[in-house]
């Protein structure tokens, strides 16, 4: 079955300062890659995701992150944080399911908190 | 364009009462889904539906039922609440099924508190 391991749980960087979220993940055949974001009381909001290709893939709001299979992580990156990205930050890998339908993996999430 | 939309947003229940969370998406999504989640467990699927009719069980689907009436609608049902099923639940949709690779659209989530 597969997995994804966040384990950094709180992160801090000061506004500008660059930013590393890790994720690894456990799969058994080509993974399906995301990072969602999600602010206080909201729902989920896709960054960016992963399919074939590129191992460097661009999102919203100036991430990107990284495939690395040899490693089995894909983490997340900004050059420049700002305050306004504070929120928790998910990874996830999508599977098959046998009845057709597909499925997404969390790992348990990065508090990121951003300071002045 | 509302995306997919969840009511309540709050909800108190007493153990043993039963409700409803109802999700509306109006993209034309075939794929509909609800999760569940828990501090430090990040997101677990309950059920999921694949288009109207059909409906299927996720990794935690004991005290949930759902139904699939239509394109728009994936309703979630807690027969007898109990503690244990205070959380916050979203509900996900997406174009396509069968590929693992559309990104979901989320609600906003409803926030249960089981008491």
């Known amino acids: 079955a597969q997995s994804v391991t966040q384990p950094d749980i709180h992160i801090t960087v000061s506004e500008g300062a660059s930013l590393e979220l890790r994720c690894n993940y456990s799969y058994g055949a080509t993974p399906y890659l995301f990072w969602y974001v999600q602010s206080p009381g909201q729902g989920l909001q896709l960054l960016l995701k992963?399919?074939?290709?590129?191992?460097l893939v661009q999102g919203i709001k100036g991430f990107e992150a990284e495939f690395k299979r040899s490693q089995s992580s894909f983490n997340l990156r900004k050059p420049s944080v700002h305050w306004s990205d504070a929120a928790e930050y998910f990874c996830?890998?999508?599977?098959?399911?046998?009845?057709?339908?597909?499925?997404?993996?969390f790992g348990t999430g990065t508090q990121l908190k951003v300071e002045l | 364009n509302a995306g997919v939309t969840q009511t309540p947003k709050f909800q108190v229940l007493k153990t043993g009462q039963s409700m409803t969370l109802q999700c509306a998406q109006d993209?034309?999504?075939?794929?509909m889904s609800w999760y569940r989640q828990d501090p430090g467990m990040g997101l677990r699927l309950i059920h999921y539906?694949?288009?109207?009719?059909?409906?299927d069980q996720g990794e935690v689907p004991n005290g949930y039922n759902v139904s699939r009436s239509t394109t728009e609608d994936f309703p979630l049902r807690l027969l007898s609440a109990a503690p244990s099923q205070t959380s916050v639940y979203f509900c996900a949709s997406s174009l396509r099924t069968g590929a693992a690779n559309y990104g979901y659209t989320f609600g906003s989530g409803t926030r249960l508190t089981v008491v």
């Open positions: 993209m034309n999504h075939e794929y």
């Open positions: 992963y399919f074939s290709g590129d191992t």
């Open positions: 996830a890998v999508g599977a098959l399911l046998a009845g057709g339908g597909n499925k997404l993996t």
């Open positions: 539906s694949v288009g109207a009719g059909i409906t």
